[in-house]
Every structure is written in C-alpha cells, then in structure tokens.
C-alpha cells in the first residue's frame, strides 16, 4: 500500500472537529462540511486530497489514511496546523 485517495476537514479545535463528526454522523454530506468549515485550501474541493502517498502527509494524518478502517470518519486528529476529520476512499 503506497498511494491512498483520502478526503479532510481541517478546523482550529477539538471541539469544532467532535461537533463536525457529529453533524456528519447525523448524515450531513461531508463535501459540504468541507466547503464551509475547513481551512485547508482542499476545503474548496469538499475536502477531497486527492491521490496521497505514504509520507507524504503530516505523520499523525499519514497513519489514519495507511492504517484505519476505510470509509469511516475519523478524528479529531491533531497536527500542526489543527484538527482533522479524516475519510479514507481506498489503498492501493
């Protein structure tokens, strides 16, 4: 597995990450979300990364999107530039 197709939401907090995941849980589309809430320029595309490869991301981002669960939301996760909610696609 080197290459990934992943999507994020980048926000300031903790807390504004656990209320996100929470809207999306309640089925609020995640592209949307992106587009309003997150700060990384990739908000604009809903999120979406495109084709990442391993290292290429920030540590604690690199390991979810290589080693979690695929098509789950997950975070918060902190790095440093904030608070991710991330969304694996698939690996290849």
Same mark, same amino acid.
């Given at each position: +597995?080197?290459?990934?197709m992943a999507r ?9 990450? @656990? ?12 592209d949307m979300l992106?587009?309003? &809430?997150?700060s990384c320029p @990739? ?13 290429? +991301?920030? =540590? ?8 979690? =669960? ?8 902190? @790095? ?8 694996? &696609? &698939?690996?290849?």
């Open positions: +597995m080197n290459k990934a994020h939401i980048l926000v300031k907090t903790a807390a504004e990450a @656990s209320a996100l995941k929470k809207r999306l849980a309640k089925g609020e589309a995640f992106a587009r309003k &809430y997150s @990739s908000g604009k595309k809903g999120g979406d990364l495109g084709e990442v490869r391993r290292r290429q +991301m920030v =540590p604690s981002i690199d390991k979810v999107i290589f080693t979690q =669960p695929l098509r789950e939301t997950h975070g918060p996760i902190k @790095s440093k530039f904030g608070f991710h909610l991330v969304q694996v &696609y &698939y690996r290849d």
